[in-house]
């Protein structure tokens, strides 16, 4: 029976996947779009030798930079790690791309490239908090589910009503609730201010790791592009520069964990919860019904 361990950037997913997956026998599978790219094994968390323990990790830093992985596909490669291996270990923060491994999305109207193109750019312009505004107008349920900074999801909404002429909330429902069956799941969850500092201790070691010596080889090596198309979460700020790239890093990385946490405390109200920083590893074995 495969296992989900789901929960919020820097709360320690990947560390507790690697005890479950000792204790079982099992494999760890990656389910995070982003740690299964190429070349952003630094800023993406993508586990190294050592935090891997002796155990088997499936689907980290396999995809090349140019892959633009959307949740449906990446949900049916993912499915194949998954078949590939023996007790699966499944570790994601991505509520979205969840759906997409457990096949619980609507088919949605394609996109033409064009029109994200010219919804980016609007948002390079303008800000996203003022696309939040222009989506509340076309589509106000759409626009309340959404922070104003929450920059890839406002422009996902504006291209999809631009693409199709309809509200994008009439277009989402089909979304599918709870945990398919024959999975165990957990979420990992660390108090508010556990979490804050957690994200700052964990950029901190991704800073002493090359996170930004990491960015600046990616941009020298050709692959300015493929950063700029897929926007992974703070390597834009590296880019920039400038004295302000830490704090700008850790604040984006808080908001990001704080909306994570948020998705899965509401769409997965159902799932056992656990907090690593004042509950034993024993807990977490016995929520998820392992002997």
């Known amino acids: 029976m495969p296992i989900a361990l789901l929960g919020p950037t820097a ?35 993508q586990p190294g030798a050592a935090e891997q323990g ?25 499915r194949r790690w998954l078949s590939e291996c023996r007790e699966p270990v499944l570790v994601t923060g991505s509520g979205l791309y969840l759906r997409g491994i457990w096949n619980q999305l609507s088919e949605l109207p394609p996109v033409p490239a064009s029109v994200v193109a010219r919804v980016r ?70 108090g508010r201010e556990a ?38 979460l703070g390597y834009a700020a590296w880019r920039t520069g400038g004295a302000q790239a830490w704090a700008a890093v850790v604040r984006d990385t808080q908001a990001y964990a704080k909306r994570q946490a948020t998705w899965f405390r509401h769409q997965l109200p159902g799932v056992p919860e656990w907090d690593p920083d004042r509950e034993s590893l024993d807990l977490a074995f016995e929520r998820l019904g392992l002997p």
């Open 11 to 45: 709360s320690g997913k990947s560390a507790l996947a690697v005890a479950v997956a000792r204790r079982i026998g099992g494999t760890v599978v990656n389910g995070d779009p982003y740690q299964a790219l190429a070349g952003l094994a630094v800023g993406t968390g």
């Open 54 to 78: 002796g155990v088997p990790h499936l689907g980290y830093g396999v995809l090349p930079l140019s892959e633009r992985p959307n949740p449906k596909e990446f949900g049916e490669l993912v």
């Open 121 to 190: 750019a609007w948002t390079a312009a303008l800000g996203a908090p003022a696309l939040h505004r222009f989506l509340a107008a076309v589509d106000p349920d759409r626009a309340e589910a959404l922070h104003p900074n929450d920059t890839a999801r406002i422009e996902r909404a504006l291209a999809l009503h631009l693409a199709t002429g309809r509200r994008p909330s009439a277009l989402l429902p089909g979304l599918a609730p709870g945990i398919p069956d024959g999975w165990r799941a957990l979420v990992i969850s660390p």
């Open 195 to 232: 979490r804050r500092n957690r994200v700052a201790a964990r950029v901190a070691a991704q800073v002493a790791a090359g996170w930004p010596e990491e960015v600046a080889r990616l941009v020298a090596e050709g692959h300015g592009a493929d950063l700029d198309a897929l926007r992974p």
